[in-house]
């Protein structure tokens, strides 16, 4: 099967990797060229981390970099069996691209979205497909983390969430049902988790250190909620909260000031360098943000 992914970023890197890995012949679309080049060498930098752990052989690797092709022309992306979206989280920008894409892709073609926050629906209704059309959502950073969220919306047929679980399972994550509301099951739960660490570092409750460590020694956490969101990215983490608020409504989805100011000032987090760590020095320090 060939898999196409749209959005080269952070996701949809870690999303290619993932599929080549499993044995798909999988081609990589983005608009822009460097933004290519970035997850090449990122695939290529994890991949080379997998065979030290000794979790991969060089020759998988060697197999799985010759599976992956990266183009800027989507037209060579809608030849795929299977199309992953993950652009920027904008609804404008998806469905321009799904308009796009419902007209190259032949028929047989599915179309899967790995939104965070926006609806199945409000994305399949744009195309002439909604029974193919299903939420495929990854969670960062994709080769390491099991879950998948299978996201039916109104539209989608049975036969289409059938095809999609059977598709996770055979690239070896976990997957689970979800139904098309702003946020499905994670972020309904982590997005206001993580805001309200950004609250309390604008409310002067501790500093950005204190306030990771506590949450990792006292809550069993991996990484506290800074660490958290500087990983997720800044500008992607204010849009979820704004489209989950959209929805909802409750105080507790719409993205602090503090973030909104970040994310004026380009602090994107770890993707740009600096959030709330300043990932120019190694080990990365808690970022003078003046609050
Ligand atoms: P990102 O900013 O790292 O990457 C977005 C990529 O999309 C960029 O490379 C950009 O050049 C490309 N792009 C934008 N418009 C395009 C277009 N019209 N055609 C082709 N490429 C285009 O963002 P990300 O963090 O990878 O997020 C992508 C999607 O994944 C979003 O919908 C987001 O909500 C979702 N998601 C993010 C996370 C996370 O932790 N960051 C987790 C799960 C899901």
Redesign the pocket.
Known sequence: MIVGV???????SGIAQATATAGHQTIV????AS?LEKAKASIAKSLARFVEKGKLTADQRTLTLSRLEFVTD?GKVAEADLIIE????DLA?KN??WGKLDRRAGPATIFAS????LSIISMASTTGRSDRFVGL????PVPLMPLVEVVRSVGTSQATVDWAFEFVRGIGKEPVAARDASGFIVNLLLVPYILDGIRALERGVASIADLDTAMRFGAGHPMGPLTLAD???L??LAK?GDIMFDEYRETRYAAPPLLRRMVTAGFYGR?SGRGFYDYRQDPPVPAELGV
Not at 114 to 117: E, G, L, V
């Open positions: 749209v959005g080269s970023g952070l996701m949809g679309g983005d608009t822009v933004q989507l993950a652009v920027t989280e920008v321009e691209l790995n939104t965070s926050s959502h990854f969670f960062n990983f997720v990215g500008d992607t979820i993707k």
